[in-house]
């Protein structure tokens, strides 16, 4: 069986659709972020390992949890994330549910409604969000927002990739009801192009995104107590809605539903812009508000 380090895709936190850990989070945060994402994508890189059998993939991530807890040094980035956690006396349990997540990548390949696909998204996205307020040192009163926000980056990264998911790993996250409310089946989803049936299903789940998910997560950023985290989420934000509104219009299976260099920058201005405008209301919000008697 090949090693974890053997399983990685190559891919890092700059290939990402959304900003890892960016110049605008502060210095002295990026080290434990930086280390929980090559874990994770570690983890990731395995969970969708195009040659290794279902049991060899879950014993690679039974090991490089072992590792994170300290029961063998056989990962690096098990150790790295190991010692950034003993250093800001922060729980692995973050990082312990995204490993679960990633165990249900391997052995749950079909969600039956949208109930069941928030449920992995409460382990597969949430806690990354989750992880970085805790090093950010914010109050847990800010993780319903950020749950929606990591759900709906996480539900939108499906629709992007739910031609792919299917052909290369017969993996399927949109809801097998949403399939049958449609009359279509997830076979649709091996087409070169989408059906009529599957583009409604698709631009259905867009809009339920954008108008629960995005809708509450659109306080988080004036909820932080950071404000370069703040800009960061409401960078990211900007992104999530450019993309769900992209997922309204477009077929996934043949049309490019990810943004590139220049809209990354354009929207990444605008997020800039809209997260200050927020600060500077919370702040002269705070400025005017009437003194407890």
Known sequence: MITAAEARSGKGHRDENFPVASRVISARHRAPILAFYEFVRTADDIADHPTLAAAEKLALLDKLEATLLGNNDDNPVGVALRA?????????????????????????????DWDDLINYCSFSAMPVGRFVLDVHGESRATWPANDALCAALQINNHLQDCGKDYRDLDRVYIPLDAFAAAGTTVDALGAPRASPALLGVIQKLAKRTAETLLRDSRVFSASIEDSRLALEVAIIQ???????EMLRTRDPLSERVHLRKAGFA??????LLRGGASRVGRIFGGAHKPQDA
């Open 84 to 112: 950034q956690l003993a250093q800001r006396l922060l729980s692995p349990r973050h990082a312990q549910d995204l490993l679960t997540a990633f165990r249900m990548d391997v052995t749950k390949l079909r969600y039956r």
């Open 266 to 271: 354009g929207l990444g201005l605008v997020g």
């Open 238 to 244: 900007t992104y999530a809605e450019r993309i769900v």
